[in-house]
């Protein structure tokens, strides 16, 4: 009966502890401050962090988009290289990842080989902040470099119009290569973590809080990755940080996985300008209907632009009839008027 009683007693002490500690969870304080740490006060008519928000209908609300995705997993933003995630203990925190070069470990001696595993070592020893380590296997793209090889052989000198079509041919012969053949090597990304609380910031309105904020987490994770760098850089293993874009293709890559293999990150953006991109599979019937619709309006800008052009031109010939020029720009137009202003203005005064 005592045992059940003390039982009872501690299981009743870890709950009101849980539950005092979720209670105490809270945003990131965004209270503008001076350097002493003092709240400043802002008129709320003046303060732009309050005024209210002003959404449009949504179009599509029968499937969830990527932003609703992240959001769920507790994703804030992504910007500046760096993944924000949400706290809710008046905190920020922030990811960076950073890709470890590989070398070739069979062209490397003994001595040489204890030697990086000697330094890989003294590195993980040394790990004080949360560090995580993933390996992604990505497709072996060459397609820059094998374009820009190609507009390059278009000027070589001292060759003729045979070898530079014979050069291009086996450029081309190349590109149909990689894309028929999958050649995927390893990718080895280290995941560096920073926390940023409202001590070590401060300002004035909450827009120079949030550059500060970003600017304090910047400085902790190029901190930590210059630290580890100047170790594995010895074992040749050193690291690169990703930017903005570069994490935006890793995710991409990790999220999908068989399309990412066909269709490039960066030609989504080139050739696609930002245009919805989904990976779900759709009918062939969709997609054809699709393709019509965006052939159909492409048409219909072109229409519209040869019609206008059309009636341009018969307005410049119908300015030319009346004795108009019209082709003469408004700065020489605008020139001649104050020289004629400038010298009746010289004959008054004489």
Same mark, same amino acid.
């Not at 990703?242 to 890793?250: P, Q, R, Y």
């Not at 203005?345 to 004489?350: G, L, M, R, Y």
């Given at each position: 009966?005592?045992?059940l009683i003390i039982l009872g007693i ?46 449009? +209908?949504?179009?599509?609300? %029968? ?33 960076? #990842?950073? /890709?470890?070069? &590989?070398?070739?470990?069979? #062209?490397?001696? %003994? ?26 296997? &990505? ?6 470099? #094998?374009?820009? *090889? ?14 530079? @079509? ?5 450029? +081309?012969?190349?590109?149909?290569? &990689?894309?028929?053949?999958? =050649? ?19 300002? %004035? ?5 949030? /550059? ?10 190029? !901190?930590?990755?210059?630290r580890a760098s100047s170790i594995l ?8 940080? *990703? ?26 953006? =080139?050739?696609? !300008? ?9 009918? %062939? ?6 393709? @019509?619709?965006? &052939? ?23 300015? *030319? ?10 700065? +020489? ?6 020289d004629e202003l400038n010298w009746k ?6």
């Open positions: 009966m005592i045992f501690i299981a009743i002490t870890i709950f009101v502890i849980i539950f005092l500690r979720h209670n105490k969870k809270k945003d990131f304080d965004l209270t503008p401050r001076n350097s002493t740490g003092e709240e400043i006060n802002i008129e709320n008519n003046n303060n732009p962090g309050i005024a209210p928000v002003y959404e449009g +209908d949504f179009a599509f609300e %029968d499937w969830q988009t990527w932003e609703d995705f992240l959001q769920e997993v507790g994703v804030i933003d992504i910007r500046n290289g760096m993944i924000e995630y949400e706290m809710g203990n008046n905190s920020r925190k922030f990811i960076m #990842l950073a /890709e470890e070069k &590989q070398s070739n470990p069979y #062209l490397k001696t %003994d001595i040489e080989l204890n030697q990086s595993n000697m330094l890989s070592e003294i590195f993980l020893n040394g790990v004080i902040n949360p560090l995580k380590i993933t390996t992604q296997s &990505q497709k072996v793209e060459m397609t820059d470099f #094998l374009n820009e *090889l190609k507009e390059h052989s278009k000027y070589l000198k001292g060759t003729n119009d045979e070898m530079k @079509q014979y050069a291009q041919m086996v450029i +081309d012969d190349t590109l149909k290569y &990689q894309r028929q053949t999958g =050649r995927f090597e390893n990718r080895t990304y280290l995941q560096f973590e920073a926390t940023v609380t409202p001590d070590e910031v401060y300002g %004035d309105t909450p827009d120079v809080l949030e /550059e500060q904020i970003h600017e304090k987490a910047l400085e902790k994770l190029l !901190r930590q990755i210059e850089k010895k074992a040749d293993h050193p690291l690169e940080p *990703l930017d903005t874009f570069g994490l935006l293709d890793v995710l991409y890559k990790t999220f999908h996985r068989e399309s990412s293999v066909k269709m490039r990150f960066e030609d989504i953006i =080139r050739l696609q !300008r930002f245009s919805i991109f989904t990976s779900h599979q759709e009918s %062939d019937k969709l997609f054809k209907e699709v393709n @019509q619709r965006i &052939q159909i309006e492409n048409q219909l800008v072109a229409h519209a632009r040869d019609a206008m052009w059309l009636q341009q031109q018969i307005e410049n010939k119908e300015k *030319l009839a009346n004795g108009q020029d019209y082709y003469q720009s408004y700065d +020489d137009s605008s020139d001649k008027n104050n203005e010289f004959e008054s005064a004489d």
